[in-house]
């Protein structure tokens, strides 16, 4: 295979892509210290980027999703807009994409280490990743704020994502009912939470990022800006030898030789190897390629 590659896109492979898959695994652990850092609370005013629990013993920032349904909630009754939480994901999103999803968040670091223990994997279809915006409009809008305006405030809502979040139930859940264990007292998680929290594994350890993929509103949001982000996936056409060594490292089921940028992409990199794409940090050009 090495010898269809060009010279040039032979050179292009060994410069970047070793190197990003290398440094990556390090700079997610380094983001997750970040995010898990030993600040107490007085940080869960600011939203952070990334899908992480703020109930966590750890958490360090605000979940931006969790941030989201509360103040859906409060629509009806009083008007508040989460001007923080809209500039940290809107900035984010035209500066990078879905780029967090790949390098800095935790929940994606932990699905990354869970798909490393069993093979084989099963494929999920491209189509269920619309079922993320189904959860971020029906979940983390809507019906928060529909039950909001029948006089229930958020924390008592008996269905929202924070009580149907796997992070929430691992992060959060997980440790507190063991901490209650260990005191004498009972297991504090309910039925449900544990029969999510082990679905979730069950998943995550047979099909890459299933939370990701099918049901993350945050990833589906930031995703939605790759085409259009600053930090972009480069194709070079004079360099494609039609290998097919893009599509077959991308664990996302992107068909990245066809088009690149879509929102099913969380910018890991691992296509880069090939050398006919690369990453760049600039307005995206409309340089002939795939789309």
């Given amino acids: 295979m090495n010898a269809l590659v060009p010279p040039r896109a032979a050179r292009a492979a060994a410069r970047v892509g070793p190197r990003w898959l290398r440094a990556r695994p390090w700079v997610q652990a380094?983001?997750?210290?970040?995010?898990?850092?030993?600040?107490?609370?007085?940080?869960?005013?600011?939203?952070?980027?990334?899908?992480?629990?703020?109930?966590?013993?750890?958490?360090?920032?605000?979940?931006?999703?969790?941030?989201?349904?509360?103040?859906?909630?409060?629509?009806?009754?009083?008007?508040?807009?989460?001007?923080?939480?809209?500039?940290?994901?809107?900035?984010?999103?035209?500066?990078?994409?879905?780029?967090?999803?790949?390098?800095?968040?935790?929940?994606?670091?932990?699905?990354?280490?869970?798909?490393?223990?069993?093979?084989?994997?099963?494929?999920?279809?491209?189509?269920?990743?619309?079922?993320?915006?189904?959860?971020?409009?029906?979940?983390?809008?809507?019906?928060?704020?529909?039950?909001?305006?029948?006089?229930?405030?958020?924390?008592?809502?008996?269905?929202?994502?924070?009580?149907?979040?796997?992070?929430?139930?691992?992060?959060?859940?997980?440790?507190?009912?063991?901490?209650?264990?260990?005191?004498?007292?009972?297991?504090l998680m309910s039925t449900s939470k544990v029969v999510i929290l082990v679905g979730f594994i069950g998943a995550a350890l047979f099909s890459y990022r299933p939370w990701c993929k099918v049901f993350c509103p945050l990833g589906g949001f930031l995703a939605l800006f790759n085409r259009w982000s600053l930090f972009h996936l480069r194709f070079q056409s004079g360099e494609c030898v039609a290998c097919n060594q893009c599509r077959s490292r991308c664990a996302m089921g992107v068909k990245v030789d066809l088009k690149v940028n879509t929102s099913g992409c969380i910018r890991c990199l691992e296509c880069t190897t090939c050398g006919a794409l690369e990453p760049a940090l600039a307005r995206p050009s409309r340089a002939p390629g795939p789309g």
Wanted: glycine fraction near 12%.
């Fill in 30 to 187: 380094g983001f997750s210290a970040v995010w898990l850092a030993p600040l107490g609370r007085w940080l869960h005013g600011v939203p952070g980027c990334v899908f992480h629990c703020y109930s966590c013993p750890l958490s360090a920032v605000a979940c931006p999703v969790g941030v989201l349904a509360n103040y859906a909630a409060l629509l009806p009754v009083c008007w508040e807009v989460p001007y923080l939480l809209i500039g940290t994901l809107l900035t984010v999103a035209a500066v990078s994409g879905s780029l967090t999803c790949g390098w800095a968040c935790p929940f994606g670091f932990l699905q990354d280490g869970l798909a490393k223990l069993a093979r084989p994997k099963v494929r999920l279809p491209n189509g269920l990743s619309h079922v993320r915006y189904l959860v971020l409009v029906g979940l983390v809008v809507v019906l928060p704020a529909y039950l909001g305006a029948r006089g229930v405030p958020f924390e008592h809502q008996r269905i929202s994502i924070c009580r149907l979040c796997p992070a929430g139930a691992l992060e959060a859940g997980l440790p507190y009912s063991l901490s209650s264990v260990l005191g004498g007292h009972g297991w």
